[in-house]
């Protein structure tokens, strides 16, 4: 029992922690200049973002075997993470950095 309890709060913990750095390189820099980008851009930060989610998972995966914690437990707890993280992201101002067609 100890150990699911451990796995979920350093799966959330680390969740979070890739979740923030995730949103400090992709979004941080465009919120707070005043630059426009295009929608080819967002997207690809957009992906960019999902593919780094899916290594920090698949990185959990790889070391079930070396980690003492509940594997369950500390995936499940990884992924509330980085979802949770990634609602820091204010998405309406980061779509109103894109040009383009506004109507």
Known sequence: MLTIIEGAITGFIYGALIGVIKYA???????KTDREITTGVLYARLGIGYAINVAALFLVFILRNVMPL??????????????????????????????????
């Open 70 to 103: 509940h594997f369950g437990a500390t995936l499940i707890a990884a992924a509330i993470g980085l979802s949770l993280a990634g609602k820091l992201a204010p998405m309406g101002e980061i779509t109103s950095h894109v040009k383009g067609d506004r109507k």
């Open 25 to 31: 390189a992709l979004w941080k820099n465009i919120i």
